[in-house]
């Protein structure tokens, strides 16, 4: 079954300090990959993806992801956290087959002052 | 801003009851998706259409259905409401079906079952 882990429901980090929230998925074939950001009482937000070349994408307000295909994984990461960037992380995979989108459950991530 | 259109922003009804959520994609795309997040449930997938027709059907109840429109836009529509329907309604879109193409959120509708 196609399914999308973040094996981590809440990740703990200090200001100024490199943070990291965990993807991995597994799909048949080549997915495209996503991940989201969600603030309290809005809608996701995208923030990067990786659809070939370069396994190092950027994205916005300085995070950026780490493509590993033998370890069918997808990081989230970023050097310095601030604490605006405490919310709630999606990543997700596209299948090219039926255009389906499977999320992960969500990583909720506190940046501590 | 996402470009992606959702109203109402916020619903309260009572069971039994039916409601309309309707979303206007972005300019241009051709792909609606509809989600559900709730406590408890996560993220869940209910149905996608591209351009006007049905194209992939998640965890969708039938009590729930969804048609898009010729000019692109998408109404969702929940009928018997129960109090477990209570959740926010997630309405995206993207230009095409099956490709790298972002997929936009609006901010989701509010639904709250008394």
């Known amino acids: 079954a196609q399914s999308v882990a973040q094996p981590e429901d809440q990740v703990n980090v200090a200001e100024g300090n490199p943070l990291t929230v965990k993807c991995t998925y597994s799909v048949s074939g080549n997915p495209y990959l996503f991940w989201y950001v969600q603030y309290p009482n809005r809608g996701l937000q995208f923030l990067l993806k990786y659809i070939t070349g370069d396994n190092l994408v950027k994205g916005s307000y300085g995070f950026e992801a780490e493509f590993n295909k033998s370890q069918t994984s997808f990081h989230l990461k970023k050097p310095s956290a601030l604490v605006s960037d405490s919310a709630l992380y999606f990543c997700?995979?596209?299948?090219?087959?039926?255009?389906?989108?499977?999320f992960g459950k969500g990583t909720r991530l506190h940046i501590l002052p | 801003d996402s470009g992606v259109t959702q109203t109402p922003k916020h619903l309260i009804t009572a069971t039994g009851q039916r409601v309309t959520l309707r979303c206007s994609p972005r300019?241009?795309?051709?792909?609606v998706y509809w989600y559900q997040q709730s406590l408890d449930q996560g993220l869940q997938f209910l149905i996608q259409y591209y351009n006007g027709e049905e194209r992939a059907k998640g965890n969708i109840l039938e009590r729930f259905s969804a048609q898009q429109f010729p000019d692109l836009h998408s109404e969702l529509n929940l009928s018997s409401l129960e109090l477990g329907d209570s959740a926010l309604y997630f309405c995206a879109s993207s230009f095409q079906q099956g490709t790298g193409n972002t997929i936009y959120f609006g901010e989701g509708s509010w639904l709250t079952v008394v």
């Open positions: 997700a995979v596209r299948l090219l087959r039926d255009d389906k989108i499977i």
């Open positions: 300019s241009g795309d051709l792909s």
